[in-house]
């Protein structure tokens, strides 16, 4: 099992950037596929991102793409979320997921395929 912990949050004006942190307890971090959720004021929980357990292959939302980043480092248990031209929309908490698979390569984009979150971290964006 894994247990995942968030950190990076914060509050930044419309146009920054902020680097999300997820750091995973367990030894075979490596085994787990890794995603990006968030969930904004009166929404529901929405993907972000997500990375293979590789690292090789990414997905990522619509509404994010070309201004967020995800990555991972297999040695240091964590994965990353880059958010750059940060805008007021994207104010929410942002949860970390896992969950194992075999397949080193495939990635998974909704909730449910996930077994393991944490408690999330606020990104507040002001205008």
């Known amino acids: 099992q894994v247990q995942p912990v968030e950190s990076g949050g914060g509050m930044v004006q419309a146009g920054g950037s902020l680097r999300l942190r997820c750091a995973a307890s367990g030894r075979t971090f490596s085994n787990y596929a890794m995603g990006w959720f968030r969930q904004g004021p009166g929404q529901e929980r929405e993907f972000v991102a997500a990375i293979s357990r590789s690292g090789g292959s990414t997905y990522y939302a619509d509404s994010v793409k070309g201004r967020f980043t995800i990555s991972r480092d297999n040695a240091k248990n964590t994965v990353y979320l880059q958010i750059n031209s940060l805008k007021p929309e994207d104010t929410a908490v942002y949860y970390c997921?896992?969950?194992?698979?075999?397949?080193?390569?495939?990635?998974?984009?909704?909730?449910?395929?996930?077994?393991?979150w944490g408690q999330g971290t606020q990104v507040t964006v002001s205008s």
């Open positions: 997921a896992a969950r194992t698979t075999y397949n080193r390569t495939r990635y998974f984009a909704e909730g449910p395929e996930y077994d393991y």
